[in-house]
Nanobody
Framework: QVQLVESGGGSAQAGGSLRLSCAASGGYFSKYAMGWFRQAPGQEREFVAAISRFGKSVYYADSVKGRFTSSRDNTKNTVYLQMNSLKPEDTAVYFC??????????????????WGQGTQVTVSS
């Protein structure tokens, strides 16, 4: 069983930046593709990014491509989401996720196995 704990959420102005972190425990970290999803009030959860087991491949939703960057440090069992050029529509609860399938599968099917509790990101105009 993998436990995921997100941190780094908060408030930012439009155009600003935030960096989310997700610390994993309880599993062999490099066994899992990692990803980020988000859910805004009244909306369904949507895919944001997926990163392969050793970070060689990263997939992004079109809405964040060019602004967000995901990376991972397998020595620290941590995955990151660097969010730049933030927009008010990026406001959501952001969830970290781990999947025993590939990052490509996560990006295509928007399915995963383990989820964090989420961290709020609020972007004001």
């Amino acid at each position: 069983q993998v436990q995921l704990v997100e941190s780094g959420g908060g408030s930012a102005q439009a155009g600003g930046s935030l960096r989310l972190s997700c610390a994993a425990s309880g599993g062999y970290f490099s066994k899992y593709a990692m990803g980020w999803f988000r859910q805004a009030p009244g909306q369904e959860r949507e895919f944001v990014a997926a990163i392969s087991r050793f970070g060689k491949s990263v997939y992004y939703a079109d809405s964040v491509k060019g602004r967000f960057t995901s990376s991972r440090d397998n020595t620290k069992n941590t995955v990151y989401l660097q969010m730049n050029s933030l927009k008010p529509e990026d406001t959501a609860v952001y969830f970290c996720t781990a999947a025993s399938s590939s990052a490509q599968t996560m990006a295509a099917n928007h399915l995963s196995d383990y989820w964090g509790q989420g961290t709020q990101v609020t972007v004001s105009s």
